[in-house]
């Protein structure tokens, strides 16, 4: 009960302190000059708003208050109207049906700024004084996802508290986004956001649940002739049973650890293998958040097998293989999924990855040939199955439960065609 009214607390708080600020920026207008007149910023809300909470009130009348109560903690206006008017330039801006206020751009802006350029202080620049990428990555993606995301928890937690639904616990997001996209510093951070709003928050990825070395290396055998299960990577050569008692342990315990399984890559002499259990990390419950993405995340087995052995003939096995999976889509209560508009780009962002990995010294990386023959792999899978999920996202959801889509440009920023 308490995720549910905190939330709505500050969705209502965004929204009366939006009211609240037409008021101020008329005050400026009448003379007080601009950029001289401070805000209210939105981690005034707890101060604000006590239990009571804001039912039945206007977001006028709530703004009205908060004016009255306008003691203390302030934002220079013209932080939050850069946030705030770098937020509406963005393609995804239009999807929030409760867009926040500006000043709640700014708080969380602020928070990955910090994180995402490193120095202390950097969250007190202007923006114009930040690398425009970074800044266009955090006001155009990272924010609006959150925010979507948090708009759907809210949601979620009311709709199952006016059923009486507690079984279900944790509100599971899944997040499926081509390789090389940048989903794991998204996951990172979104995590973040989650857990500085007060929410736990667990993320997964469905590379944890691979089958260990052995387990692949029977799967390559048994079907020696595919080579799209010659190594980890397409369905089939996960564990997916083990992904099932993971999710299903983090949506509904209530008290305890849930062990979370992890997949080492450089384990096996580089081949890769399940991580030793010891070694997972633990969670601890109740957990309010889980994200867990893929790359091919919400793709569904199709019935033509045929066209499916023209795309590539190893694709027929992978499609079997695929059915099981929905048991892990099942768990999930929210879909983000990323489109990429050519999906060759994959192959230029892992080549990237890759030289940027040499260059630091961090690693061998692979030749770009290698690069090549590996993402191969995976295009057979993509070719496949991703316009179906684009036009269920898209549509009436992906299996018709509340869905964000988006595509990404080279840069990985979101490009505003839908
Ligand atoms: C992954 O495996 C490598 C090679 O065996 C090992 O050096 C490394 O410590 C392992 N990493 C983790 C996180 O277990």
């Known amino acids: 009960m308490w995720r549910c009214s905190l939330l709505r607390r500050h969705l209502a708080t965004s929204a009366a302190l939006s009211a609240g600020a037409t008021a101020s920026s008329l005050g400026d207008r009448q003379g007080q000059g601009p950029g001289a007149t401070p805000r209210l910023g939105a981690s005034c809300e707890v101060r604000l708003w006590g239990p009571g909470g804001t039912r039945g009130r206007s977001a006028a009348e709530i703004a009205k208050e908060a004016e009255a109560a306008s003691k203390p903690c302030w934002l220079p206006t013209t932080l939050a109207e850069e946030a705030g008017g770098l937020a509406r330039q963005g393609p995804l801006y239009a999807k929030l049906a409760q867009p926040p206020f500006d000043e709640e751009w700014a708080r969380l802006g602020a928070v990955l700024v910090e994180r995402l350029t490193g120095p202390k202080g950097a969250a007190d620049l202007p923006l114009s004084a930040i690398d425009p990428q970074v800044v266009r990555r955090i006001y155009h993606t990272y924010l609006p996802i959150y925010f979507w995301m948090r708009q759907q928890l809210v949601d979620i937690e009311c709709t199952?508290?006016?059923?009486?639904?507690?079984?279900?616990?944790?509100?599971?997001?899944?997040?499926?986004?081509p390789q090389g996209c940048g989903k794991t510093t998204m996951v990172e951070?979104?995590?973040a956001l989650f857990i500085l709003d007060g929410m736990s928050c667990q993320a997964l990825s469905i590379d944890d649940f691979y089958l260990p070395a052995s387990g692949q290396q029977a799967?390559?055998?048994?079907?020696?002739?595919?080579s799209l299960v010659q190594t980890r990577g397409n369905a089939g050569t996960h564990e997916v049973s083990l992904g099932e008692r993971t999710l299903q342990a983090l949506s509904r315990s209530r008290e305890g650890e849930v062990q979370l399984p992890r997949y080492n890559k450089s384990a096996n002499r580089g081949r890769g293998d399940r991580a030793p259990s010891q070694s997972w990390?633990?969670?601890?419950?109740?957990?309010d958040v889980v994200l867990l993405e893929g790359w091919m995340l919400g793709f569904k087995a199709?019935?033509?097998?045929a066209a499916l052995a023209r795309i590539h003939t190893g694709l027929p096995l992978v499609n079997e293989k695929l059915q099981k999976y929905q048991a892990w889509d099942d768990f999930i209560d929210a879909w983000c999924v990323v489109g990429v508009e050519d999906i060759k780009q994959v192959y230029g962002w892992r080549l990237q990855a890759e030289h940027a990995m040499k260059e630091s010294g961090k690693g061998p990386g692979m030749s770009d040939e290698e690069v090549r023959c590996f993402v191969d792999k995976y295009m057979p899978a993509y070719s496949a199955y991703r316009d179906t999920l684009y036009a269920a996202a898209s549509g009436e959801g992906v299996d018709k439960k509340p869905s964000l889509l988006f595509h990404v440009g080279g840069d990985r920023n979101p490009v505003s065609n839908e």
């Open 281 to 287: 990390d633990t969670a601890q419950m109740p957990c």
């Open 189 to 191: 951070l979104l995590k």
């Open 219 to 226: 799967v390559a055998e048994l079907h020696h002739s595919n």
């Open 302 to 305: 199709r019935a033509d097998s």
């Open 160 to 177: 199952r508290l006016s059923r009486g639904d507690s079984e279900k616990r944790a509100v599971v997001f899944g997040i499926s986004a």
